[in-house]
């Protein structure tokens, strides 16, 4: 069973960075898309940016402020958070696929098997 675990949330003022990191457990295929998503109460969850070897997606709203990697020899996955927007202010996942590189379709939350429990970020003055 594989299970993801985010952290690295927290509360910062307006134009600050956050790292949040997911590790993953268990069996991990060496094909994986690993995406981050985020949701607000009363918003869809929308995909924030996606990862497989040799392919990166960002939303269009966190393009040139938001930095995804991939460390797979601790299974981690990591998005670097800078120029912090009050917009971003919301819960945010980690989600996988297994057996299936990212692609145009990545920002599809239903075609992801595994997520985690979220970790929420704020960001206000």
């Given at each position: 069973?594989?299970?993801?675990?985010?952290?690295?949330?927290?509360s910062v003022q307006p134009g600050e960075s956050l790292r949040l990191s997911c590790v993953a457990s268990g069996?991990?295929?060496?094909?994986?898309?690993?995406?981050w998503?985020?949701?607000a109460p009363g918003k869809e969850r929308e995909g924030v940016a996606?990862?497989?070897p040799g392919v990166v997606y960002y939303a269009d709203s966190v393009k040139g402020r938001f930095t995804v990697s991939q460390d797979?020899?601790?299974n981690t996955v990591s998005l670097q958070m800078d120029?912090?927007?009050?917009e971003d202010t919301e819960q945010y996942y980690c989600?996988?696929?297994?057996?299936?590189?990212?692609?145009?379709?990545?920002h599809e939350h239903g075609r992801y098997n595994y997520w985690g429990r979220g970790t929420q970020v704020n960001v206000y003055s």
């Open positions: 069973q594989v299970q993801l675990v985010e952290s690295g949330g927290g069996y991990i295929y060496p094909t994986k898309c690993m995406v998503f985020r949701q996606a990862i497989s797979n020899t601790r120029s912090l927007k009050p989600a996988a696929e297994f057996g299936r590189a990212c692609d145009r379709s990545w």
